[in-house]
């Protein structure tokens, strides 16, 4: 049984730092790609970003380019997203998901993703 699971959501100043993890069992996150993605309310679902099964991650949406970084620890099977430069438009619960395989955009598609974590949230007050 695949089970995702997040952590490291909390309550961030404006312009501080979050590193949100996600922990695998059931699939090796070597052997898959995996997403993470956000949704504020009202909303709709966003990519943030995504480590491929290569290792190499997918081009990052604007809002994340410079500031998000996803990473992998095969020996942990956790894939981490570090934020940076928080602000108050980042706040939503944020998802990982995985799959077996993704290439370019089709890394933002979530309806591609079967596998979903429970969500953690993000909080960036001013």
């Known amino acids: 049984q695949v089970r995702l699971v997040e952590s490291g959501g909390g309550l961030v100043q404006t312009g501080g730092s979050l590193r949100l993890s996600c922990a695998a069992s059931?699939?090796?996150?070597?052997?898959?790609?995996v997403g993470w993605f956000r949704q504020a309310p009202g909303k709709e679902r966003e990519f943030v970003g995504a480590?491929?099964?290569?290792?190499?991650?997918?081009t990052y949406p604007y809002f994340a380019e410079g500031r998000f970084t996803v990473s992998r620890d095969i020996a942990q099977n956790t894939v981490f997203l570090q934020m940076n430069s928080l602000q108050s438009e980042d706040t939503a619960v944020y998802y990982c998901?995985?799959?077996?395989?993704?290439?370019?955009?089709?890394?933002?598609?979530?309806?591609?993703?079967?596998?979903w974590g429970q969500g953690t949230q993000v909080t960036v007050s001013s």
């Open positions: 480590v491929k099964r290569s290792g190499s991650t997918a």
């Open positions: 998901a995985a799959r077996d395989y993704c290439s370019g955009y089709g890394c933002y598609e979530s309806n591609s993703y079967p596998y």
């Open positions: 059931g699939l090796t996150v070597g052997n898959y790609a």
